[in-house]
């Protein structure tokens, strides 16, 4: 009898996302006791989307490494929300991502799993690019007021929110607040979002603009716990879902 997964292959008409790939990235945070500096790095730069949050470095009570994982904590110490952003220091090009996590509950919590193009970190050079054209790949995004609902999108500069054309895709799911497998099988024509190994978002290249498919440069990734702001708080913030805890079990690449 065929697993449930290979039928879902099959219905969707997609091959395994690591078939001819090597690992070639692996973190797994539960076995760690500290961010090695060689593969991950905080931003306490500044938040968007009228976020509530302000972002602090360096592990602590808002970023912490233990046999759960690594946890970003949102807290609200003396009335000020604080929470962490962290991201990989390498940035990578095609591939298939696979990061295991547990979002959090709580109305005005916004949890995320993303990736931006590298260039974005050079803005003084020659290549430099701003959002959105640079692009846009969110490889999870959920909010505590919709608790049973993952996002899956990509933003461009022809497609994105702010234009409301951004290439989305919303999945129900009954238990969100377990452990999750979120993965993106990413190549130069197509992108494709996967949930615990199901294909459940494909979408391929159909113009060969910058405009409209900027995904042909390295990205970087990002691992972010957001509260509040236009999206996350648009059914407010409830003060009694501090300290919210994101928990990420792991990372694996393959190219």
Avoid at 144 to 165: E, T, W, Y
Wanted: with cysteine; net charge positive.
């Amino acid at each position: 009898m065929l697993t449930s997964w290979i039928l879902a292959v099959m219905i969707s008409g997609h091959q395994s996302p690591t078939k001819g790939r090597k690992l070639v990235f692996s973190c797994d945070f539960t076995k760690l006791h500290h961010l090695a500096a060689a593969d991950w790095k905080f931003d306490d730069g500044p938040v968007y989307n009228n976020e509530q949050e302000k972002y602090v470095s360096g592990e602590g009570a808002n970023a912490e490494v233990s046999k759960a994982g690594l946890t970003i904590v949102a807290t609200k110490p003396n009335g000020k929300v604080l929470s962490a952003r962290i991201q990989s220091v390498k940035a990578w090009k095609y591939g298939y991502f696979e990061i295991s996590a547990k979002v959090p509950p709580g109305r005005g919590t916004w949890p995320a799993i993303w990736m931006l193009n590298d260039r974005l970190r050079r803005p003084k050079g020659p290549d430099s690019v701003g959002w959105p054209r640079c692009g846009e790949i969110d490889i999870m995004e959920n909010v505590g007021f919709d608790p049973n609902s993952f996002h899956f999108s990509l933003h461009s500069q022809k497609f994105n929110f702010m234009q409301a054309s951004q290439r989305t895709k919303i999945i129900p799911c009954k238990n969100p607040f377990e452990l999750h497998k979120f993965g993106l099988d990413w190549r130069p024509d197509s992108i494709t979002f996967f949930l615990d190994g199901r294909s459940v978002y494909h979408v391929d290249k159909t113009e060969d603009t910058i405009e409209s498919w900027p995904f042909r440069d390295p990205f970087y990734l990002i691992l972010n716990l957001a509260i509040g702001g236009n999206w996350g708080g648009a059914k407010g913030v409830d003060d009694a879902i501090f300290p919210a805890k994101f928990v990420i079990r792991d990372v694996k690449i393959y190219q």
